[in-house]
């Protein structure tokens, strides 16, 4: 079994100076150029690009660099290491490494940790195979053809066997073998990777030791809640300093000199007025007491109401073009009017909302900031306190913590960079504490859309002409108060890239412009893009009067890969070349037709009220298909009753932990599309806590879920965002198909769904 | 001064008696295996048991629990215990993690209590417990497991 530890530098440099290091493997910064022992003897300070080290003790050590919030990822990509290398994984100590650009990305986000890695994983934990294989060659002065790795040891074809503790040293002296001489694992031969192992967490999240961000205890720190604007931009005017000092326990009330600006806040903390206190009650008692009277400033008079108005407006206008096939226009104009299918879909704003609200603790002294935090993006954090403490990023180092979910929310700093603010002030170690309202109200939030979407149809009244338009404020609102439209890269994330077989596509962003901030959250647009596309499909399906599965394989067309650029489209692929990751709908068609075989579909007879729907959604790289069935009773009370999952990840590492990810993705979309919905009044947030952002719970889950993962050997692709986008439309569709009612709005609950 | 009685210990704490266990726990007497979701109440993160019984610790005032037995994730033990821990390492329950404390003691406070819930049983005693990774699918597989175990069935 495994345990984590963070890295202390300390440690390390002693271990270096010590001569217990025996063995390194790193990669050099930003490439997976290899990086041996002696490179690594050699560098004069503290090496992160360092993956893994073998100690004489035969204790391995292997670095997981990407934040673990529930993914499985601080225990798979070193998985990936001890399973090339044959170590015997009950030997293993996962280190957790800080934020340090030389590891190269560590930004968890966009589904990208095995992506990115995985080869180089495999290439380190290969490479200090050999050389042990070597070490033991030179040791026994036979041929290494005659030496094979096994589980810690290095077994010749004699019989004898030497351990990797013992070879350690000797290998430390090797040179390192070159890239093409790498000789990989037959995926046969695997001991881990495929079933995958315990996670590193599980003895710590059962027995109550794991470590999550506000578990951090450093001796003499102090904990913080702060009073934050309620608009963006508002400022406080006046506030009760002595009834929150008077408050037990509180020590110190303080403004935070600095707020975000009122447009474009970027990763800055938003401001306000902070308590300082012995506990953390204590600080949300003084809170209470200080009742902050605000100027708030030019955003006072937003609102999600008009805001809406505002996108429908756009999502009915022309708008920037960024994929064109054939003439979607035209032949949408040349259509008689029985033969134009046209519908409006939106979306409200979602909260991430993950268990664990944010948090940090940070301790400024004269060498610098130390910060620990639940975060998805160490280096951002460490960016961000630098620039807000005006010091070198090296003379900051950011520990990552266990995150308690993270959905994108945790990979925006500005709650690291609020405990460095306060650190320095106070002169003490700070944890800066998040209310469940703090976390609802102060939100990077996923955005608020209004779609519209058009086709002409065929003399059979199968489309022919598709068009569709989406109207958002984009991400790049947050940062730049000059975007005013979605960009092209969130057109990419489920809207640009139907794979529809049809002679006319156009697909449009309209104009848009921001109340709050926006943030990525959970599979971002694809959210509200494979919502209406995929609601849409199922309205063309019975204006064809077809069977929706049927009608979608029609719609896909044959197994192909599909060319954007043919299309006068610029796509961004995940950041992953079109080759390597192409648009298959051979692969699609395959997840679509497992999960319908999966569900009986067409096949089973339904009970009375009962519906399915479907939907197949390529993101991240990844192919998922559901099909959702529910009951919709004739007062209109919905049971979600099963949900069969197909998906094709590419090469998966982690079997079970990816089927969690497919089931709590699809969960995931299920809960937005049921209960989402942050609504903003004069400017503020009007929800702020579970009984107004409802999530789902046991009593509304499916009641029967089944996640089968296709076996494919093409490489690897993101599984933590891809189950969440055919969520929300397959069960819209199933609603559909079970009442009649065509939701073309989100959330669903609230909605009258009375029929019959 | 408000005298408790946590995992079988007796601790003194210096507090004002109407704050939340939670937070005497979390901040005086360093348990920080039980954790704030909501801190009102709607998520069960902060699930302990007292005198048996899942309680929020967010919303009851420690002079509530003085002078009742107060258990915690890091002391639980029981059979109950045992067997949910164990279905639940074996189902690979937990994704973050964070919620798993509550949903562990809301389980085990469950099967102290009825050896053979109902899929019904199981919803209604668990539903009180919000998981954002939505693990609900696996919580329940493995109570129903941990439920046969303690009846002696299966292995
Ligand atoms: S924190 Fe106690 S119920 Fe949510
Ligand atoms: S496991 Fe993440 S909230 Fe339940």
Known sequence: MTKSTTIERRSFLRMLAGGGLALAFGTQAGSAALLSCQDVREAEAFVPELWVTLLPSGEVKIVAHRSEMGTGIATSLPMVVADEMEADWARVTIEQAPGDARYGDQNTDGSRSVRQFYEIMRQVGAAMRQMLEQAAANRWGVPVSECKAQLHEVVHTSGKKLGYGELATEAGQLEKPAESELVFKKPSERRYQGKGVPIRDMEGILDGTAQYGADVRIDGMKYAVIARPPVLGATPTSFDRAAAEAIPGVEQVLEMDAHAPAQAPGFNPLGGVAVIASSTWAAMQGREALAVKWDLGPNAAAGTESQMEMLRASSRENGEIARKRGNAVKAIADAPDDKVIRAEYEAPYLAHASMEPPCAVAHVTEEGCHCWAPTQNPQAAQGTVAQVLNLPPNQVRVDVTLLGGGFGRKSKPDYVAEAAVLSKKIGAPVQVFWSREDDIRHDYYHSVSAMQLEAALGEDNFPTAWRARSSFPAIGTSFNPAADRGSGFELDLGFKDVPWDLPHIQVESGKSSGVVRVGWLRSVCNIFHAFAAHSFADELAQAAGMDSLEFLRKLIGPPRKIDLAKDDAQYSNYGEPIDKHPIDTGRMLAVLNRAAEMSGWGRRQLAPNRGVGIAVHRSFLAYVANVVEVEVAPNGRLSIERVDIACDAGTVLHEERVRGQMSGGVLFGLSAALHGNITVRDGAVVQSNFHDYPLLRMSEAPKEINVEILPSDAPPSGVGEAGTPPAAPALANAIYAASGHRLRRLPISGQNLAHG | ?155
């Open chain 2, 1 to 155: 001064m408000v005298r408790l009685r946590i995992n079988g210990e007796e601790r003194e704490v210096e507090v004002d008696p109407t704050t939340p266990l939670l937070w005497v726990l979390r901040d005086h007497l360093q348990l920080t295996g039980t954790k704030y979701g909501c801190g009102r109440g709607l998520c069960g993160t902060c699930t302990v048991h007292l005198g048996g019984n899942p309680a929020r610790a967010c919303i009851l005032p420690v002079s509530a629990a003085a002078g009742q037995d107060i258990r915690t994730i890091e002391g639980l033990e029981g059979a109950a215990g045992e067997a949910v821990k164990d279905a639940w390492r074996e189902h690979a329950v937990p994704q973050c993690g964070f919620c798993q404390a509550g949903q562990v003691m809301s389980a085990a406070a469950l099967l102290e209590g009825n050896d053979a819930p109902s899929q019904q049983d199981i919803d209604d005693a668990m539903s009180g417990n919000l998981c954002r990774c939505a693990t609900y699918d696996r919580i329940r597989g493995a109570i129903s497991d941990a439920a046969a175990k303690l009846r002696g069935e299966g292995e």
